[in-house]
């Protein structure tokens, strides 16, 4: 079955670059998550997105935005990097209350590991 | 104090045994209840999901749900090694997380 894909899997970056990070949920899937995992830390959320509008808003730095496409795929976008964004982001999809599968069930991409120099 | 605590680890159980991780939240709101395995380096994979009172049954594991005590257990029997892994609690749909809590499975 198809999951959840991110691109790239691996991005390095000086302080002070931008990033952009990719997400194209499961087809079908109607809603986006963000979230960002530091080491050893939990998945903290950072914002979704529920039919291409904002649903909810996390601890998302304003140095972030991030939007959902036509197609459903969102992007997250970083600016003014700093070592600290240094983490694994992970996106995950689900279907809004899709019965059987359970509520608002999120399925994880295999993350985003973004190093800032 | 963080909406979603986990029971301090790490975990250490033998093979073949029961591992029993706890997770309390403080949001008397929440209604649906999920676990995830994580296994270093790796994405949050589902385990199960909860948004009933009681016991939640899927092969080896078992999550257990009480909203008037505001908690939500997950039992794995016959450990295996392959179950070592961090364990997430997550409640909502924003996905608050737990802290996890990381279990070792011994041969």
């Known amino acids: 079955a198809a999951g959840v894909i991110q691109s790239p899997r691996h991005l390095i970056k000086e302080k002070r670059e931008t990033a952009t990070l990719k997400c194209y949920p499961i087809?079908?899937?109607?809603?986006v998550y963000w979230y960002q995992q530091g080491p050893g830390q939990d998945p903290q959320f950072l914002i979704s997105?529920?039919?291409?509008?904002?649903?909810d808003k996390g601890s998302i730095p304003d140095r972030f935005s991030a939007q959902q496409f036509s197609d459903y795929h969102s992007e997250l976008n970083m600016s003014s990097l700093e070592l600290g964004d240094s983490a694994l982001y992970f996106c995950?999809?689900?279907?809004?209350?899709?019965?059987?599968?359970?509520?608002?069930?999120?399925?994880f991409g295999p993350g985003t590991r973004l190093t800032v120099l | 104090q963080k909406e979603v605590e986990q029971n301090s680890g790490p975990l250490s159980v033998p093979e073949g045994a029961i591992a029993s991780l706890n997770c309390t939240y403080s949001?008397?709101?929440?209604?649906?209840f999920f676990w995830y395995r994580q296994y270093s380096g790796k994405s949050p994979e589902l385990i199960m999901f909860?948004?009933?009172?009681g016991d939640k049954e899927d092969g080896r594991f078992t999550a257990q749900l009480n909203k008037a005590s505001q908690y939500v257990s997950l039992l794995i029997r016959d450990s295996q090694p392959s179950d070592s892994a961090t364990y997430l609690c997550?409640?909502?749909?924003?996905?608050?997380f737990g802290a996890g809590t990381r279990l070792t499975v011994k041969p």
């Open positions: 997550a409640l909502g749909n924003d996905m608050r």
């Open positions: 995950a999809s689900s279907l809004w209350g899709l019965a059987g599968a359970g509520p608002d069930t999120q399925y």
């Open positions: 909860i948004y009933s009172n």
């Open positions: 997105f529920y039919e291409k509008m904002q649903s």
């Open positions: 087809p079908r899937h109607d809603t």
């Open positions: 949001d008397r709101g929440s209604q649906s």
